[in-house]
C-alpha cells in the first residue's frame, strides 16, 4: 500500500507480540498464586515485579549484545546498552522471550527461595545463559541458525530455547534446593491457594503463546505473511486442544477422575511443544503433536515423584520435557525436517537439545551450589514453615494481624450478642411463667 512505511508497520507488529508474550509470564505469575499457600502471596508477587526488572537490567546492559550482536557463532559482542543504533522494537519483543523463560526457570522453587537468591540467579541466567543460548539458533552468525550455519536446527517459536533451557533450570534448581519441609511424608498436603486464580493465570499463558509463535517472524507486511501468522495460531491452538483433552482422559483412565489441574498443564504442555515447528506443521500435525506431547507430560510427571524431585508447579514436566519433545517431533515432522526431506535435522535438533541442556547445567547448576554454601539460596526452616508473608514481608504481616483481629472480634461479637439473646429469652420466659402463677393463684383462690 503506497503512503505506507512496512518498516513501521512491523515494528509496531513486533511491540504488541512483545506485549502479548509479557501476559505469558505475568499469568505464570497467577498460576503461582493459584497452586501455594496463601502466606507466601507477597513473596510470589515480589519475585516476579523483581525479576521483571532485574531481566531488563541484565538485558540491556549486555544480554542483547550476547544474543543478536555482531560476532562468532558462540556470542555476539555488538550493542551493549543499545549502543550501536539496534531495532528497539526487536531488542523489546526478545527481552519479553528472555524474561518468560527466567520466570519458568525459577518458578519451581517457590515457597523456599531466598530473594537474594531468586535475583543473582535471575540476573546470571537473563544476561548469560539463555542470550547465549538464544544467539545459538536464532542469530544469523549462531552456529545452530535455520538459515546460515552447517548445522540447521529447527525451533521457530522457542519449544529449545526458552521452554528447555528454562525447564533445565528449574530441574537444577530443585535438585541443588531439594524438597519443601515434610514433603516426602505421609503427612505432608498440598497447599492449593485458589484454582480459579491458577486457571485465569493458564488462560493468560495461552494469550501469550499467540505473541511468541507470530512475533518471531519479526514482520507481517511481506506477502503471505498474514496466511502464516493465522497458521501458526491455528497449529498453537490445535496442540493445546488436544494434548489437553488426551490428558484428561488418560488422567481418567489412570486415576478415575477428572483433574483441572491437569487438564491445564497438559494443555500448556502441548502449546509448548508445537513451538518448534508451528510455522511448518499442517493442522494434522499440530494435532497428533499435542495429543503426543500429553503422553510425554504424564511420564516426566512419573519420573519427578519417582526421583523425589519436588516441583508444584510441575515446571519440569510442562516446560522441560515438552520441550525436548518439541525439538524432536520438528526434526521428524517440519518442512525443514525428514517429512520435508532434509533427515539432516532430526540430527541437529537431537544435538542441540544435548547442547542446551549441558549448556545449562554447566553454568547453573555450580552457582546454585555457592550461593547454597554461603546460605543465600533457601530461607531459614521456621520461615519456611510460617511463609515468606509472615516473616519476609512485615506489611502483609500487619495485615495479617489486623484480619484476623477482625475476625476474631466479630466471633466475640457475635458469641455476645447470643449470649444477650439467651438471657434474655430466659428471663422472658421466667417472667411468663411468674404470671402464670399469679393467674392460677388467684383463681384458686376464688
Known amino acids: 500500500m ?3 512505511d512496512a518498516g513501521a508497520v512491523n515494528d509496531f507488529f513486533l511491540i504488541i507480540c512483545g506485549i502479548w508474550v509479557m501476559f505469558f509470564k505475568f499469568g505464570f505469575t ?4 493459584g497452586k501455594t499457600s496463601g502466606s507466601n502471596t507477597a513473596n510470589i508477587i515480589f519475585k516476579n515485579l523483581a525479576d521483571t526488572f532485574i531481566t531488563l537490567m541484565a538485558y540491556w546492559l549486555h544480554g542483547y549484545a550476547f544474543a543478536f550482536g555482531e560476532g562468532s557463532g558462540f556470542i555476539g559482542s555488538k550493542y551493549f546498552l543499545t549502543l550501536g543504533s539496534p531495532n528497539l522494537c526487536h531488542f523489546f519483543f526478545n527481552y519479553a522471550r528472555c524474561a518468560v523463560a527466567t520466570t519458568v526457570a525459577l518458578g519451581a522453587v517457590i515457597e523456599r527461595t531466598e530473594p537474594i537468591g531468586y535475583l543473582i540467579s535471575s ?4 544476561g548469560f545463559v539463555y542470550p547465549i543460548a538464544s544467539h545459538w ?23 529449545g530455547v526458552v521452554f528447555l533451557v528454562g525447564g533445565t533450570v528449574a530441574l537444577v534448581a530443585c535438585y541443588v534446593i531439594g524438597a519443601r519441609i515434610d514433603r516426602w511424608t505421609p503427612t505432608f498436603k498440598q497447599r492449593e491457594h485458589n484454582l480459579p486464580l491458577a486457571a485465569l493465570g493458564a488462560s493468560m499463558q495461552m494469550m501469550g503463546f499467540i505473541g511468541f509463535i507470530i512475533g518471531a517472524r519479526y514482520q507481517i507486511t ?39 489441574d491437569c487438564f491445564i498443564n497438559t494443555t500448556i504442555a502441548g502449546m509448548v ?10 493442522p494434522g500435525i499440530s494435532v497428533m503433536c499435542g495429543a503426543t506431547s500429553s503422553f510425554f507430560y504424564f511420564i516426566m510427571e512419573w519420573l519427578v515423584l519417582r526421583n523425589k524431585i519436588d516441583d508444584p508447579l510441575h515446571v519440569i514436566s510442562i516446560y522441560l520435557g515438552s520441550g525436548v519433545w518439541g525439538l524432536i517431533f520438528a526434526g521428524f515432522f517440519s518442512a525443514q525436517g525428514t517429512l520435508g526431506g532434509t533427515d539432516k535435522i532430526i540430527g541437529n535438533n537431537l544435538l542441540a537439545v544435548v547442547v ?15 550461593m547454597k554454601y554461603v546460605k543465600v539460596l533457601r530461607i531459614p526452616r521456621f520461615m519456611e514453615k510460617q511463609g515468606k508473608c509472615t516473616e519476609g514481608h512485615r506489611v502483609h504481616t500487619q495485615m495479617y494481624k489486623r484480619l484476623v483481629h477482625a475476625l476474631l472480634t466479630g466471633v466475640v461479637a457475635v458469641v455476645k450478642n447470643l449470649n444477650n439473646v439467651s438471657i434474655m429469652c430466659i428471663e422472658r420466659e421466667r417472667k411468663i411463667r411468674e404470671r402464670l402463677c399469679i393467674c392460677k393463684f388467684k383463681k384458686n383462690g376464688r
Not at 540476573?123 to 537473563?126: C, D, K, P
Not at 552468525?141 to 548445522?151: C, M
Not at 490445535?238 to 477428572?258: C, D, E, P, V
Open 273 to 282: 511443544t508445537v513451538c518448534a515447528g508451528a510455522n511448518s506443521y499442517i
Open 2 to 4: 503506497e503512503g505506507v
Open 356 to 370: 542446551l541442556f549441558s549448556w545449562t547445567v554447566a553454568i547453573m547448576h555450580p552457582l546454585f551450589y555457592v
Open 137 to 159: 539458533v536464532w542469530d544469523v552468525h549462531g552456529f545452530f541458525n535455520p538459515l546460515q550455519s552447517k548445522l540447521p536446527v529447527q525451533d521457530y517459536g522457542g519449544s
Open 30 to 33: 497467577f498460576v503461582e498464586l
Open 123 to 126: 540476573y546470571v541466567f537473563a
Open 222 to 260: 511481506a506477502p503471505g505473511e498474514g496466511q502464516l501468522a493465522a497458521l501458526c495460531v491455528l497449529n498453537i491452538l490445535l496442540a493445546g486442544a488436544s494434548s489437553g483433552l488426551y490428558g484428561l482422559i488418560l488422567q481418567r483412565l489412570l486415576k478415575s477422575y477428572y483433574d483441572v
